[in-house]
């Protein structure tokens, strides 16, 4: 089955500070995608990786995607209130079938 | 363009109903995907369908779920009977292609099955 964990599940936080949330898996996956979704709302995302070793930056937020392709990470910089919400990374397979996998999420609260 | 549609946005039923939910893809996108997402299991996709044709099923829980695409704008999700473990946020998502292409996610339908 595969599967993919994300951590830490919960973490709060105050504005300004640095925060990193793992996604990881013992799949290849061919592209990670990550995702914020807010309470009522459905996810939107935020960046796509394809490369092994990729780093892509947007704004405060730096996302890359390991050199096995097997997991991927998310810093944000200097936290703030607005960064807070439900953050999801999703792999995607084809190797064999078209596989589109959720990981666990990341539950971020930013406090003011 | 007003986004992927769903409706209704939140449904109560009794168990043992016939629930149907309902999505409004964006025009001209040729995927379309319904997931479900509760706090036990998170994200799950349920079933996608390429240009109207159902590709992979394999997320389906059982044989009480059924989903129709029956043209490029319009696709439904069938619980009957319905449970209260189906209790969950059903979202449908649209993307212009297959593979890595962005999904653009509805806002959602709220299921509580009583």
């Known amino acids: 089955t595969q599967l993919l964990e994300q951590s830490p599940q919960f973490l709060s936080i105050q504005e300004g500070e640095n925060l990193t949330v793992y996604c990881n898996s013992s799949s290849v996956f061919s592209s990670l995608q990550w995702y914020r979704q807010e309470p009522g709302e459905g996810p939107v995302l935020l960046v796509t990786v394809v490369t092994g070793g990729e780093v892509k930056k947007l704004k405060r937020l730096t996302f890359q995607f390991g050199d096995a392709r097997k997991d991927s990470s998310l810093h944000i910089t200097a936290a703030q209130p607005g960064d807070t919400g439900l953050y999801l990374c999703?792999?995607?397979?084809?190797?064999?079938?078209?596989?589109?996998?959720f990981g666990t999420g990341t539950r971020l609260k930013v406090l003011a | 363009d007003a986004g992927v549609i769903q409706s209704p946005r939140h449904e109560v039923t009794e168990m043992g109903q016939e629930v149907t939910l309902r999505c409004k893809p964006i025009s001209g996108h040729d995927y379309l995907f319904w997931y479900r997402q509760t706090m036990m299991r998170g994200l799950e996709l349920l079933i996608y369908?390429?240009?109207?044709?159902?590709?992979?099923d394999s997320g389906m829980p059982e044989d009480r779920f059924s989903a129709k695409m029956p043209n490029a704008s319009f696709s439904t999700l069938k619980i009957q009977p319905s449970e209260p473990r189906d209790s969950a946020v059903y979202f449908c998502?649209?993307?212009?292609?297959?593979?890595?292409?962005?999904?653009?996610f509805g806002p959602g339908t709220r299921l509580t099955v009583l």
């Open positions: 998502a649209s993307s212009l292609g297959g593979g890595a292409d962005t999904q653009y």
């Open positions: 369908f390429n240009n109207n044709v159902p590709i992979d």
């Open positions: 999703a792999g995607f397979i084809t190797s064999g079938t078209y596989k589109y996998i």
